[in-house]
């Protein structure tokens, strides 16, 4: 029987703890990212605060009767992403098999690590205490024998800790615990299962597949089951090449204005575009989602002419698409609490060839002159931060140009889920 190979690493109460290391005031309290005593969603809570009950996806009036020293901050967007990314290069130190999940969490194969680093407990402590050291977050960490299990056992092991699952003892580890720290299991279908008698892991495996299929639908009840028997044979997909790259940013519940929705387009096609380049790629379809109340979610995708990965550009076709998915609601929609950008379709491209006539003049057309002038100004900011580091200088949304209309040229894809 193999051993556990296999590592789950999820940084703790993420948002929050980067709110408590950039200000030490804020350690050790309650704290709340977003929402607001009077209203909005606490996007994330601090362990301090959870202790309480307070919890992601809670409105902030709610949150403040359970925890009445609990204080809000907005949120400081910006440092988030940087951070997240120097906790993956950390990881990607020890092996080159981390598959990235969100920007918080990723799994790791270390099977051909063992002989450089030591056994994976080892593996994982040394990671953790890295993390902690070179970046001030904490991050728990779970190893198993398949993905599903390390991914439960570094729930287990919050906050700030590391459980090894032993393969000999891994239904024993698994039976006792709750339905809901299952990937795939969220509180509807973990309400369905409650009404049926079903509220551990042990109580789902020991019902027959079939009872779980008519509950939870048959392909998620079939999926269900066999994790509940720890029947994974999925694999970490770190070593292939990424087939899209995106971004993402919850608002909790703004009010739609156009300085809002250039604001954070800006700032995630500077993100998506940026890791473009990095690894010489670029794509020929763009995808945006917008959510709104109610976890409402609806994308809206188009595909270029020529592959893309200037913030600008990146940057016009995300709002515009954005906007079109507003206006097409039945009802007119106030606010929206989450927007995604994504880039697939991608395509080597570490150099950009002029097209003739050079007079062309879209610029969203990558080898036009000012399609051209473009990536230059990103290569220059890509140099400068290469040097000075990510937020040496950045892109001003107030300074960008207006959207054009799309041209015709541009092709609508059906609607899929980033």
Known sequence: ??????????????????????????????????????GGVVLAASYEAKAFGVAGGMPGWRAARLCPALRFVPGRF?????????VMDILGDVTPAVERISIDEAFLDVSGSTHLFGPPAQIAELLRRRVREEVGLPISVGAARTKHLAKIASQVAKPDG?????????QEFLDPLPVGLMWGIGPVARARLAERGITTIGELARTPSGAVEQVLGHAVGARMSALAHN??????????????????????????????VREVLTQLADRVAGRLRAKDRAGRTVTVRVRF?????????????????????????????VWQAIRDQPQ???????LAVSVSGLVPQSALQLELPLEADDPRRPGSAPGAARWAVDRSVDAVRARFGTRAV????????RVRTVPDEFRELAEHDL
């Open 1 to 38: 029987m193999a051993g556990p190979t296999i590592l789950h690493a999820d940084l703790d109460a993420f948002y929050a703890s980067v709110e408590q290391l950039l200000d030490p005031r804020l350690r050790g309290r309650p704290i709340a990212v977003g929402g607001s005593a009077r």
């Open 162 to 170: 590391l459980v090894v699952v032993d393969p000999e003892r891994e």
């Open 293 to 321: 109340p109610g976890m409402r979610s609806v994308t809206r995708s188009s595909t270029l002419p020529g592959p893309v990965a200037t913030t600008l550009t990146l940057t016009e076709v995300a709002e515009q698409l």
């Open 78 to 86: 910006r440092e988030y992403q940087p951070l997240a990314d120097r």
């Open 394 to 401: 950045g892109y001003l949304p107030a300074a960008m140009p």
């Open 332 to 338: 007119p929609e106030p606010e929206v609490t989450l």
């Open 231 to 260: 029947e994974d044979p999925r694999r970490v997909a770190g070593a292939g090449r990424a087939r899209s790259v995106g971004a993402q940013s919850a608002l909790g519940r703004q009010p739609v204005t156009r300085e809002l």
